[in-house]
């Protein structure tokens, strides 16, 4: 998957850190962060034959904060 660019973005994290990959988000007067992904032909037949999409969240010790995957555009952009 590849974070891409996208209208309503707002900002793009780590896009001064080369350890990281750049990161297109919109961020809400609430602190809600969107990013959208893009997937390779690969990952999508993978994704249709197991209707499996695992997601990893690196908290660095901290809380985990509630994480809402989605196939559609968040109202929170509209």
Do not use: R
């Amino acid at each position: 998957m590849t974070p891409i660019t996208f209208p309503e973005q707002t900002t793009i994290f780590a896009k001064d850190q080369p350890e990281y990959q750049p990161l297109p988000a919109h961020v809400n007067a609430a602190g809600v962060v969107t990013s959208c992904w893009e997937l390779s032909d690969a990952e999508i037949a993978e994704l249709t034959e197991t209707k499996k999409l695992w997601l990893q969240s690196h908290t660095f010790g901290h809380a985990l904060q509630p994480l809402l995957p989605s196939v559609e555009i968040p109202l929170e952009l509209g």
